[in-house]
């Protein structure tokens, strides 16, 4: 089965600063896809970025960017010029796609999460 | 808004009951995921639906079940509730045949399950 490890339960960053949360999973897959999304106090899951295994480029979306390293099972999302509402507990996710004729089973597993804190 | 919708965003019960949680997935997307959010366990997958078909199943137990109808609209059923289950419900939805990246999940508002 794989794991999804956040060893940092929490964090902050002071507002336009940069932060890095890691994540760490383990899997003896080759062809998967890992995610990151916040939950906001409002609760909502919300997409980040994702990345697929087989591209090495490392994914970006504006101020979010990822260093993907497949060796090391690593995946961290760093966060450019914080904003007050990056305030949020994020989630690091790991899809392996299990195939069935027709269509297959994405679901999703996910680590404990971090919770950051931007400082105004 | 990811056009995922949930109802009811709060659900207050007792325990030995039954309640029904509902979740329409975005246009065209044929997959819908449940998700638990408790405290202790995280986030967890409980149950993936297909055009009607369950597809795959996780940590959910017996008394619960879900389905599927024709108009891709999915309900969790939550029986002889317990305290233990006070949750956050998501339901997600992917398009379900493309593969790859595609399948990425969206997210619903959830529901906020409290057992008294």
Redesign the interface.
Known sequence: AQTVTQSQPEMSVQEAETVTLSCTYDTSESNY?L?W?KQPP??????VI?Q?AYKQQNATENRFSVNFQKAAKSFSLKISDSQLGDTAMY?CAF?K????S????????????TKLSVIP | D?GVTQTPKHLITATGQRVTLRCSPRSGD??V?W?QQSLDQ????LI?Y??GEE??K?NILERFSAQQFPDLHSELNLSSLELGDSA?Y?C?S?V??S???Q?????G??T?LLVL
Do not use: C, H
């Open positions: 896809y995610f999304y409002s609760r909502q899951m919300i997409l994702r697929e989630f899809m796609p299990l195939l069935y027709g269509a297959g089973s994405y679901q999703l597993t996910f680590g404990k999460g | 990811s044929l997959s995921y998700y995280g986030l967890q997958f993936q297909y055009n597809r795959a996780g956050l998501f997600a992917s379900g045949t593969g790859g990246v399948e990425t999940q969206y997210f508002p959830g906020r």
